[in-house]
Protein backbone atom coordinates (compact mmCIF):
# COMPACT_ATOMS: atom_id res chain seq x y z
CA UNK A 1 0.00 0.00 0.00
CA UNK A 2 2.62 2.07 0.39
CA UNK A 3 4.45 2.05 -2.48
CA UNK A 4 0.99 3.13 -4.07
CA UNK A 5 0.87 6.09 -2.04
CA UNK A 6 4.05 7.47 -2.82
CA UNK A 7 3.30 6.93 -6.36
CA UNK A 8 0.25 8.59 -6.30
CA UNK A 9 2.15 11.66 -4.56
CA UNK A 10 4.61 11.62 -7.01
CA UNK A 11 2.04 11.55 -9.52
CA UNK A 12 -0.02 14.29 -8.36
CA UNK A 13 3.42 16.52 -7.56
CA UNK A 14 4.56 16.23 -11.35
CA UNK A 15 0.88 17.10 -12.56
CA UNK A 16 0.98 20.07 -10.83
CA UNK A 17 4.19 21.12 -12.02
CA UNK A 18 2.99 20.00 -15.49
CA UNK A 19 -0.54 21.54 -15.43
CA UNK A 20 0.68 24.93 -14.14
CA UNK A 21 2.28 26.14 -17.52
CA UNK A 22 -0.41 24.98 -19.25
CA UNK A 23 -3.02 26.92 -17.28
CA UNK A 24 -0.86 29.93 -17.69
CA UNK A 25 -1.46 29.34 -21.53
CA UNK A 26 -4.60 29.21 -21.48
CA UNK A 27 -5.69 25.87 -22.20
CA UNK A 28 -8.67 23.88 -22.13
CA UNK A 29 -9.89 22.51 -18.88
CA UNK A 30 -10.21 18.82 -20.34
CA UNK A 31 -6.32 19.22 -21.84
CA UNK A 32 -5.06 20.45 -18.03
CA UNK A 33 -7.32 17.17 -16.57
CA UNK A 34 -6.13 15.11 -18.74
CA UNK A 35 -2.27 15.94 -18.11
CA UNK A 36 -3.36 16.12 -14.38
CA UNK A 37 -4.87 12.57 -14.38
CA UNK A 38 -2.10 11.00 -17.09
CA UNK A 39 0.51 11.76 -14.34
CA UNK A 40 -1.36 10.16 -11.67
CA UNK A 41 -1.96 7.08 -13.84
CA UNK A 42 1.73 6.90 -14.69
CA UNK A 43 2.83 7.48 -11.51
CA UNK A 44 0.78 4.23 -10.46
CA UNK A 45 2.31 1.94 -12.82
CA UNK A 46 6.07 3.14 -12.16
CA UNK A 47 5.24 2.52 -8.50
CA UNK A 48 3.68 -1.48 -8.82
CA UNK A 49 5.01 -2.83 -11.40
CA UNK A 50 8.13 -4.54 -10.66
CA UNK A 51 9.87 -4.19 -14.24
CA UNK A 52 13.37 -5.19 -13.85
CA UNK A 53 14.30 -1.44 -15.68
CA UNK A 54 16.05 1.74 -13.73
CA UNK A 55 13.82 4.02 -12.29
CA UNK A 56 14.59 6.55 -14.72
CA UNK A 57 13.90 4.91 -17.81
CA UNK A 58 10.42 2.74 -16.08
CA UNK A 59 9.39 6.29 -15.80
CA UNK A 60 10.47 7.56 -19.44
CA UNK A 61 9.06 4.51 -20.68
CA UNK A 62 5.67 4.31 -19.02
CA UNK A 63 5.04 8.12 -19.44
CA UNK A 64 5.33 7.83 -23.29
CA UNK A 65 3.07 4.59 -23.39
CA UNK A 66 0.55 6.06 -21.61
CA UNK A 67 0.87 9.47 -23.42
CA UNK A 68 0.66 7.73 -26.69
CA UNK A 69 -3.00 7.53 -27.74
CA UNK A 70 -3.35 11.37 -26.78
CA UNK A 71 -0.35 11.95 -28.66
CA UNK A 72 -2.05 10.64 -31.58
CA UNK A 73 -4.76 12.95 -31.60
CA UNK A 74 -2.87 15.72 -30.93
CA UNK A 75 -0.54 15.20 -33.53
CA UNK A 76 -3.43 15.34 -36.22
CA UNK A 77 -4.22 18.76 -34.77
CA UNK A 78 -1.32 20.10 -33.62
CA UNK A 79 1.59 18.53 -34.77
CA UNK A 80 4.33 21.21 -33.16
CA UNK A 81 2.83 21.19 -29.75
CA UNK A 82 4.47 17.71 -29.40
CA UNK A 83 7.25 18.86 -28.94
CA UNK A 84 7.39 20.69 -25.43
CA UNK A 85 4.94 17.63 -24.73
CA UNK A 86 7.59 15.49 -25.42
CA UNK A 87 10.25 17.17 -23.56
CA UNK A 88 7.96 17.51 -20.35
CA UNK A 89 7.26 13.86 -20.62
CA UNK A 90 10.63 12.89 -20.80
CA UNK A 91 11.82 15.36 -18.20
CA UNK A 92 8.79 14.57 -15.86
CA UNK A 93 8.81 10.53 -16.56
CA UNK A 94 12.68 10.32 -15.85
CA UNK A 95 12.42 11.97 -12.45
CA UNK A 96 9.46 10.41 -11.25
CA UNK A 97 10.53 7.16 -11.87
CA UNK A 98 14.03 8.15 -10.24
CA UNK A 99 12.52 9.57 -6.96
CA UNK A 100 9.46 6.55 -6.70
CA UNK A 101 12.07 4.40 -6.69
CA UNK A 102 14.28 5.73 -4.26
CA UNK A 103 11.62 6.51 -1.53
CA UNK A 104 10.21 2.66 -2.57
CA UNK A 105 13.89 1.22 -1.76
CA UNK A 106 13.61 3.45 1.74
CA UNK A 107 10.22 1.70 2.16
CA UNK A 108 11.01 -1.70 0.95
CA UNK A 109 14.52 -1.52 3.38
CA UNK A 110 12.77 -0.40 6.49
Same mark, same amino acid.
Not at 85 to 92: E, K, R
Given at each position: ????? &? ?6 ? !? ?15 ? !? ?15 ? &? ?21 ? !? ?13 ? !? ?24
Amino acid at each position: MKKIQ &TGILFGII !AGIIDVVPMILQGLSWD !ANVSAFVMWIVVSFFIS &TTELKLKGCVKGILFSFLVLAPC !AIIIGAKEPVSLVPI !AIMTLILGGAMGYGIERVNKKISSH
